[in-house]
T-cell receptor
Framework: AQRVTQPEKLLSVFKGAPVELKCNYS??????LFWYVQYSRQRLQLLLRHISRESIKGFTADLNKGETSFHLKKPFAQEEDSAMYYC???????????FGQGTELSVKP | GAGVSQSPSNKVTEKGKDVELRCDPISGHTALYWYRQSLGQGLEFLIYFQGNSAPDKSGLPSDRFSAERTGGSVSTLTIQRTQQEDSAVYLC???????????????FGPGTRLTVT
């Protein structure tokens, strides 16, 4: 079955430190991977997707099919990055997303 | 323009009662999704509608859960004989299209927080 695993429930770093939120998936085909973010009292929103290969708010993520990973990285964390981050997989041509359990990122001043 | 809206924002109900949760998708979006966000379970897919096709109900946890989408727009998620484990935030999302490509981004509503006492 398709599955997304985010091993860290909570990740706490200091402002300016590098951050990496881990995401691993299980799927034998060609998945599409996403990172969604939910800031306090805001809606869940798309942060980035592997197809676009772009950097959003300083975050990047590379799909590693060999390791079945899609880790989210930022070289210098900011306090405003504090939020809940969800990794998600879509495994057919469209439709439902399979989400990981989420990682709460806390960036301390 | 207006985003996805959901009502009510909060619902408290007694165990055993039925509840209806409403979702208004972004105008023109053909795909509509329901997810559930609960402690310990994260975000789970429930059901997905695409145009006039039969919905994908593979995520519904039991036959107490059902959903419909009238006129290709508004959707209602119904939970019959609610149980305490149904307590969660129910999220609705819509997208212009469901197939991979331009317009397939899912936009989420604010959610309905359901508490079953």
């Amino acid at each position: 079955a398709q599955r997304v695993t985010q091993p860290e429930k909570l990740l706490s770093v200091f402002k300016g430190a590098p951050v990496e939120l881990k995401c691993n998936y299980s799927y034998s085909g060609s998945p599409e991977l996403f990172w969604y973010v939910q800031y306090s009292r805001q809606r869940l929103q798309l942060l980035l997707r592997h197809i676009s290969r772009e950097s959003i708010k300083g975050f990047t993520a590379d799909l590693n099919k060999g390791e079945t990973s899609f880790h989210l990285k930022k070289p210098f964390a900011q306090e405003e990055d504090s939020a809940m981050y969800y990794c998600a997989l879509r495994y057919n041509q469209g439709g439902k997303l399979i989400f990981g359990q989420g990682t709460e990122l806390s960036v301390k001043p | 323009g207006a985003g996805v809206s959901q009502s009510p924002s909060n619902k408290v109900t007694e165990k055993g009662k039925d509840v209806e949760l409403r979702c208004d998708p972004i105008s023109g979006h053909t795909a509509l999704y329901w997810y559930r966000q609960s402690l310990g379970q994260g975000l789970e897919f429930l059901i997905y509608f695409q145009g006039n096709s039969a919905p994908d109900k593979s995520g519904l946890p039991s036959d107490r859960f059902s959903a419909e989408r009238t006129g290709g727009s508004v959707s209602t998620l119904t939970i019959q004989r609610t149980q305490q484990e149904d307590s969660a935030v129910y999220l609705c999302a819509s997208s212009l299209r469901s197939r991979r490509g331009t317009g397939d981004e899912q936009y989420f509503g604010p959610g309905t927080r359901l508490t079953v006492t």
